[in-house]
Structure formats: C-alpha cells, structure tokens
C-alpha cells in the first residue's frame, strides 16, 4: 500500500473509532508501519476525529523523524511493541470500560478479560494488565519489552488499551473486541455469567492460534 494511502486509511479509522465515542478529546494515538519500513504516527495532541493525512509523523527504517508533526508523546509504547512483535499497527485509546475494568481491585493482571466471547480469546489472547505509569514516561516502553513479545494487547492502569496486530485493520478490530469484552465484562460482573470454558478457550487457541 502506498503511503498516502496508508495515511488516508489510519484517519478514516481513526474518525471512525472517535465518532464512536471510543476515544474522545485529543487522546488515542496510532501507528502502522510503510511498505519500505518506516512508520506512519498520529501527531501530538491531535484529536482522532479531525486528523490530516497529510501532518501524521513520518519516520524512516531507522526511526529518524523525517516528516509531518511530531509524533504522540507515547512513542516508547508502539516502539516497544514493534521490537518485539511482529507488528503491523499499534493502537492506543483511552477507552472508557477497558479503563474503568483496570480500576477494580479484583482483575486478573495476567489476564484482566474474562473469555466471555470466543472472539475476544481470537483476537486478544490473554490481555496483560500493566501498573499506572506517567503518560509519555518512557517506563511505559519498557513495560512492554519486559513482556518480551508475549501480549498482542496490554491495559495501562487508569490509562488506556494498548494492542499491535499484523495490518492496520486487525489492530483496529481488536481494539473493539477489548473496549467491547471489557464493557461486557462490567455489565455483567457480579451476575455468575456462563463465559467460555476452559477446554472451549483451549479449542479456539488450538485451532485459530495466538494473535498476530
């Protein structure tokens, strides 16, 4: 895919998850990688709703900053992630259920999803739960590396979701199956839900694999 059409793509996604209501403000960043290895990155303080093709951040191969605005202050996050999965995209959001379920005392940090729908164990795997840390702190970078490449999906405490994928799309998806899993999760907490098994989560990981 071209880089202009690349960058065409991220906005429109990006509009789309804003307008959606699951991330509002100048808040959420994303990333993909070009064709020749570099990276397209929402700029700084920009709001995903009205985002210009034309000034997202730029890098080359090497990570040098060669174009458009300066990049979102949580680049340690998605350069983690790109250096130790192989990643298409990396979306980050501050998504209001994925945030209020990393606040309760009682969520598993390992893996802080129940398997309530078999496309949240699809997409996500097992979503690791990481402690509160600074916006922009570069700690939020080595939170990740220190999970040497075993999440496709993490949530900042009183933060936000994280997740990389193999395309842009994929990351997308299943941001939305985290915000979505996660609101379940709430709406049904404390009611004993009937979510998945543990042979059924062992099927679906048997048979569809761990994420991308």
Known sequence: MRDSDLAERICLLAKSLFDRGLTCGASGNIS???SDGGLLVTPTGSSMGFLDPARLARFDEDGRHVGGDQPTKEMPLHKAFYATREAGAVVHLHSTHSVALSMLPDVDADDMLPPLTPYSVMRLGAVKLLPYIRPGDPKMGDAVRDLDGAHAAVVLA???PVVSAGT???????MEELEETAKLALLTRGLGPRGLTEEQVAELREVFGEPK
């Open 158 to 160: 009183n933060h936000g």
């Open 32 to 34: 993909a990688r070009t």
């Open 168 to 174: 842009l799309e994929d990351a997308v998806y299943a």
